[in-house]
C-alpha cells in the first residue's frame, strides 16, 4: 500500500490523528482550488477544512469574531494592510491577478448584440437584469464601482458611473462573486460585473473592458487610483476607503495560527510549479512566484 491510502492506513495503526488545515478562500478562487486542497488531503493525510466567502467576511471573522485559520486567500492584497497588518498577521504575499469584465451567457437579453463598445448602453436597458456584489463585503463590489467611475472618465460620459449602478437593482447584490454567478449560470440575471476569472472557469461570455478601466494592467496603477469608494470597515461603525488598484489576490498565515507546520506544507504545494501550472489551466493567472510584503514569511516562500 503507497502514497496517500497508505499515510491514512499507517495513521490508523499507529492511532493517530491526523493534522488539520483550517483556510478562509476568496469565492472567486473557492472553484479552482477546491481540487487542489483535495489532492493536497489526499497526498499528506491532512484533513482541511475550507470556509468559503467574501474576502471581508473573512476579515470580520478575525476582527470581530476572533476566529483564527491557518491561513487567509484573500482577492484583494491591500485587504491585508488596510485591515490585518500588524495586529493579526506581519507578511502577506501576493500570488494572482485578475481583471474585471462583464460576463453573460447566450440566454441574456441582447446577447447578440452587445460588443465592447455599447455594453453601457445595453446595460441601462430597462428590460435586462444586471448583477453585482456587495461592496461592503466582496472586493469584486467595490472594485465593480471603481471601475464604473474610470468608465465615466474614459468614455467622457457624466452620470454614467450613477446610473450603470441604479442599473443594477438592489435585489441582485449578492455577497460574493461566486454566488453571483450561480444567479448568471441559472438564468436569473442578464449580466453580471464579475471577474475574468469567474467568468472563464463557469463558461460564460464577457466583454473584455479596455485596460484602462479593468484592473488588469500594473502600468495603469496611477490611473486606477484616481478613483476610489468608501465602505465598511474591519469593524461595525467604521469606514475605509479603498482606491483603484490593478487587481492581486494575496494570502498569510495569521498569528496564532493553531495548525502553523500543516500552513506551511500547503503554502509549500500551493507555489509549486505542478500546481501554478494547475491553476493557470483553471484559468487562475497566477504569478511566476509569489511577492512577500512584510516579515515573518515561512520559508515556502522566500
Known sequence: ????????????????????????????????????????????????????????????????????????????????????????????????????????????????????????????????????????????????????????????????ANSLVAAASERNIRPNAAELAALLAAGELDYIYDYQSVAESNGFSYIALPDEINLGDPRRAKEYATAAVTVRGATRGSKTEFKGQPILYALSEPLRAPHPTAASRFLAYLTSPEVVRRLRAAHVDMLDHPIVVGTGAPRELR
Not at 7 to 31: K, N, Q
Not at 41 to 50: P, S, W, Y
Not at 121 to 135: F, I, M, Q, W, Y
Open 1 to 160: 500500500m503507497a502514497g496517500a491510502a497508505g499515510e491514512r492506513f499507517l495513521f490508523s495503526m499507529l492511532g493517530l490523528v491526523a493534522d488539520t488545515l483550517l483556510v478562509y478562500i476568496a469565492a472567486s478562487l473557492t472553484r479552482p482550488i477546491q481540487p487542489v486542497l483535495d489532492t493536497f488531503a489526499a497526498r499528506t493525510g491532512i484533513v482541511v477544512q475550507r470556509e468559503s466567502g467574501a474576502s471581508l467576511e473573512h476579515v470580520r471573522k478575525i476582527t470581530e469574531l476572533h476566529r483564527v485559520p491557518d491561513l487567509l486567500l484573500l482577492a484583494d492584497a491591500e485587504v491585508f494592510p488596510q485591515f490585518l497588518v500588524p495586529q493579526y498577521t506581519t507578511w502577506y504575499a501576493e500570488f494572482a491577478r485578475n481583471r474585471m469584465v462583464v460576463a453573460y451567457t447566450k440566454r441574456s437579453k441582447h446577447a447578440g448584440e452587445i460588443t465592447r463598445d455599447n455594453w453601457m448602453e445595453v446595460l441601462g436597458r430597462g428590460d435586462v437584469e444586471v448583477g453585482r456584489t456587495d461592496p461592503d463585503l466582496a472586493p469584486v463590489g467595490y472594485r465593480t464601482l471603481i471601475m464604473l467611475k474610470l468608465a465615466e472618465r474614459f468614455y467622457r460620459k457624466p452620470g454614467l
